[in-house]
Every structure is written in C-alpha cells, then in structure tokens.
C-alpha cells in the first residue's frame, strides 16, 4: 500500500528506487528530518514504503522548481493543516489566465540535457560556452520556460551543492552573476506597458538576492504590467520619495532570509501608514511559514510560477491585506536590550573559544547567530531562528570541523548571554539558547553519524 509505513527496505533498495545518493538521503534526514527511518538491532536504517513516496513527492517539488528545504516546509505546512500531501497536492493552473502558466513544455530531456550542459560550462568557468548553452535554450524554448527549467534550477542545484561543500563560492558566484546578466537583458528588451496600473518590484533593506524578484518584473512586463525593478538593499527612509513620484498601485518586496523578512516587517509598517498596498514573497517563508502571520501584507505563496496570476487578482479586486500579528511586548523589550549588549556577547563569546575550538568561520558565525537572534525578537518568536541554524551546521561541514563544534559555540553564545544580559529584560534570548544547547547533542550525534556512517547498509 501506497501509505504502507512498515520498516521494510534498506539504504541500497531506497538509492535505486529514488535515485538520490546516500549521502544525500543523509544529509535530508539530519537537516529536515525527513525521511525519517527506523534502525535494526545493528543500527543500520530501514525505510518504509510512506518514506520512500515522501522521497518521490520532494524529488517532484524540486522538478517543479523548489529548492529541497521549500519543498520541505510545504509538506510540513500541509501536514500542519492535516491534510496528507501524497493525496491533495499537484500543481496544477488555475482557471482563467493562470492556464498560461509555464510547467510542461520544457520540462523533457533536452532541456534537462541544456540544463547540464549550462551548469557544467559554469563550474568550469567557461562562459563562452555557458551563454551558447543559453543562446540555444532561448532558441528552442519560451524565455518562461527558460528561466524556470533551466536558470532557477540550475541556481538551486549548484547552491545545494555548495551548502554540502561540493561546489566554490566562486563557482556559484559565477553562475549567478550569468543569470542575473541574462535576466536583465530579457528585462530591458519587453515592449512598452499595455495594462493601467504600475508595480514596484525591490528588496528590503539588507536583501541582496536580486534573482527571484528580478524574474518577476521580467514575468510581469510579458503580461503588459508596467513594473519599476528597484533592485537589492531599497533603503526603507528612501521609499518616500519614490512613491510619491511614481504612485505605484502596489510595491511587491522579496525576503530570503530571517534577517530580511525583520526588514521586511519595517517596509510593511512604513507602507500601511502610507496607504500603499504590499505583496511579498521569498525563500525564508517557505523555511518558516509561520513568518506570513507577522507581515501586514498579501503573501504571495510559494510558487513563482503562479505569482503573476495572484498579483492580478490583488490588482483587479483590491482585497485588504489580512492583519498581522505584533511581537510581544517581553520581546520587543529583549530586541532593544539585546542590540543596546550585542557587542558585549559577542565579545564575551571569544574567551570560551580561545584555544579549544579552531573555528576559521568564528567572526562570521558570531555575527550570523547575533542577526538572527535580533531579527527573530523584532518577528515575535526566536523559534524563527531553529532553520536558519542550518546555515552553521553548514559551514561546519564545509570546514571539515568535528560534529561537537557546534554545540561548543552554541554553549559559548549561550553564557555570554546569560553573563552580558540583564536577567529579567534578556530572559527570552537566554531561555531559547538554553534550550538548543540542550537539544544540541542530539544535532551533533545525526551529524557524527552523517560523517561516520558505515559504508556496509550502501552494498
């Protein structure tokens, strides 16, 4: 049976029937927990036959152009709901002008072969070649189906495989700066606006992932929407005195990360008491769905192929934006202290450190959680943070470090906190660290074994 959850087959019957790698199957279960496997008595895993159909329902996410943790976070979010994804989720065009959208015609083996051939023209640094490989694709395909099958694609592989530390920064930087050239020249070749009523297309204050937001003006001027492209980083006290010399009817804003989505929550406020509409979408409310609740806007969804459907809707029938919840008072309490002591933390977490732990990425790693604990305080829930962790868990494995360097940061953190900041206004900051401190042994122990697995349940 389809929904059959008996512990039955090994590793190697799971590779061949999915045709992920170990390693890979790996690295799912320790970051998402998904699958999740039973032991037998030599501690090797057996997997069920559910397993093995979440296994395909991620692989087909991922087809449709999902990175692995999106796709993740929606089958969460679906069982969340109580709702069984194997049962009620396809993607499918809605009715009306939704059935343009852009799924099938290139999704055959010669655009998977265009696709490799792209990405490995990239990590070789040969761009000649890469924009050939692009040129034919542009010949052969719509530019839509272009950039979702092969450039958004391509972007996740690669960025999937330098998290696993297959791939350089310079090689993702690489590619990403071939895409984002193309997708600005697809941009300054649309025709003129057809349609009444302007766009403002940007990030928030800090947000330097330009690509999502990039092919959505792209997407949108196809349709005949009259879109202004802002780019990265759109400073919030600067938004003035572009709304008034513009009158967009809505401002559309990306956030991929914790700390933008912070930002984001400043643009929305700014844009509420201004009586301007906000949509907003990106990468961290599929890692964190529950951040929608904390935005005064109209989310978007997850799906960037459905987007400009849903932004017409919003054009066409003006809904009001559902209300968002306010951080609690304890918390914003805890954001003003915490940033008023965050270079005495910081500082304080060095000493511990010193000689015990050789941490090449400790500055940055430092600064990474000291962002995240703020920007998660000013959201209302420092359970925000618990993905973002992945990000050090990453670099970690990256560095080659042993599993329990980690947890020995986390420890260090956690005491300066407790050392630095006042009992009663710190106390939600030092009660989470507690508490992933204190699950930390369980992190590290997924990792070891990541690391150590024997190679036996392989053959």
């Known amino acids: 049976m389809a929904s059959d959850r008996t512990p039955t087959y090994n590793l190697k019957a799971v590779v061949q029937e999915t045709g992920l790698k170990p390693d890979t199957l790996r690295a799912w279960e320790r970051r998402y927990g998904i699958p999740d496997p039973d032991r037998t008595g030599g501690g090797h895993r057996l997997y069920s036959q559910y397993d093995i159909n979440t296994l395909k329902w991620l692989l087909a996410r991922q087809e449709e ?3 692995i943790s999106r796709a993740v976070a ?18 499918s065009p809605s009715p009306g002008r939704e059935a343009e959208s852009y799924t099938t015609i290139a999704s055959g083996s010669a655009m998977v072969d265009l696709r490799r051939a792209w990405i490995d023209a ?12 692009l040129n034919q694709a542009f010949a052969y395909y719509a530019p839509e189906d272009v950039c979702f ?30 895409a984002m050239r193309r997708l ?118 997850y799906d960037l192929r459905q987007t400009p459907a849903i932004i017409e809707n919003l054009l066409a029938n003006r809904p009001p934006a559902l209300p968002a919840e ?41 600064r990474h959680l000291t962002t995240n604990i703020l920007s998660a305080l000013k959201l209302g829930d420092l359970d925000y943070i618990g993905p973002n962790l992945q990000w050090l868990e990453g670099m970690m494995i990256n560095l080659n470090l042993p599993a329990e360097t980690l947890c020995d940061f986390l420890r260090a953190y956690h005491a300066a906190t407790a050392q630095h900041l006042d009992p009663a206004l710190g106390q939600p900051v030092v009660a989470w ?5 204190a699950e930390c042994g369980d992190w590290s122990s997924h990792w070891a074994e990541g690391q150590t697995d024997d190679h036996t349940e392989e053959a």
């Open 74 to 91: 929606l089958w969460h979010s679906l069982r969340a709901e109580g709702r069984d994804p194997l049962v009620v989720y396809t993607l």
């Open 184 to 301: 600005d020249a697809l941009l300054a070749a649309t025709p003129a606006p057809t349609r009444a009523g302007r766009l403002l297309i940007g990030c928030p204050p800090g947000e330097a992932h330009t690509f999502s937001p990039l092919l959505l003006a792209f997407l949108l001027r196809r349709r005949g929407w009259d879109v202004l492209y802002l780019g990265a980083d759109v400073p919030t006290h600067r938004l003035a005195a572009t709304i008034d010399s513009t009158h967009p009817d809505l401002v559309v804003f990306s956030a991929q990360l914790l700390d933008s989505a912070a930002t984001l929550l400043d643009v929305a406020e700014y844009l509420r008491e201004a009586g301007i509409a906000l949509a907003y979408s990106g990468y961290i409310f599929g890692l964190v769905p529950e951040l929608a609740q904390r935005i005064p806007g109209h989310f978007l969804g």
């Open 433 to 437: 660290l507690a508490k992933v401190v």
């Open 65 to 67: 152009g999902l990175s």
């Open 149 to 178: 099958e092969l450039l958004q694609k391509a972007l996740v592989e690669v960025g999937d495989r330098w998290y696993e530390g297959n791939v350089t920064v310079q090689q993702e930087h690489f590619m990403s700066a071939l």
């Open 326 to 366: 306010p951080a609690a008072e304890s918390y914003r309490r805890a954001w003003a202290h915490f940033r008023e002591r965050a270079g005495l933390v910081e500082a304080g977490v060095w000493q511990p450190l010193n000689g015990r732990v050789a941490l090449s990425g400790t500055a940055e790693a430092i």
């Open 122 to 133: 990239c990590l070789a640094f040969d761009e000649r070649r890469a924009e050939a490989t």
